[in-house]
Nanobody, 115 residues
C-alpha cells in the first residue's frame, strides 16, 4: 500500500557532502513520521533522523550538526542532506515512513566512502 523509493546514494570522499531523497506513494495519511535509518556492514540498523508531519525533528547524536532532514508534505518526500561525511558513515541508508501503527521501508541506497 505504501511504496518508498530512495535516490541519491553513491561514492563520496571523506569530508564531502551528499543528499539523499525519498519519494513515498500509495495510501499516505496526513499524520505520519518519515525518516532515515542506516545499516553498516556487520552492524544493526540504526536511526539517523526523523521528521514528523508537524516538522519536529530528531537526530542521532552522531550526525547532529552535520545532517539535516527535511520534508515536503505535499509531494510526500523526505530528504537528508549529509555534510562532513567521515568514512564511518558508509552504510546502506533506508527511508522509513510510520503511520497508523505501521512502518514501511524503502529498498535502501548505498553511501560509500571513496577515500
Amino acid at each position: 500500500q505504501v511504496r518508498l523509493v530512495e535516490s541519491g546514494g553513491g561514492l563520496v570522499r571523506a569530508g564531502g557532502s551528499l543528499r539523499l531523497s525519498c519519494a513515498a506513494s500509495g495510501v499516505i495519511f496526513s499524520d505520519n513520521t518519515m525518516g532515515w535509518y542506516r545499516q553498516a556492514p556487520g552492524k544493526q540498523r540504526e536511526l539517523v533522523a526523523l521528521i514528523t508531519s508537524g516538522g519536529s525533528t530528531n537526530y542521532a547524536d552522531s550526525v547532529k550538526g552535520r545532517f539535516t532532514i527535511s520534508r515536503d508534505s505535499v509531494k510526500i518526500t523526505v530528504d537528508l542532506q549529509m555534510n562532513s561525511l567521515p568514512p564511518e558513515d558508509t552504510a546502506v541508508y533506508y527511508c522509513n515512513l510510520g503511520q497508523e501503527l505501521r512502518t514501511y521501508w524503502g529498498q535502501g541506497t548505498q553511501v560509500t566512502d571513496s577515500s
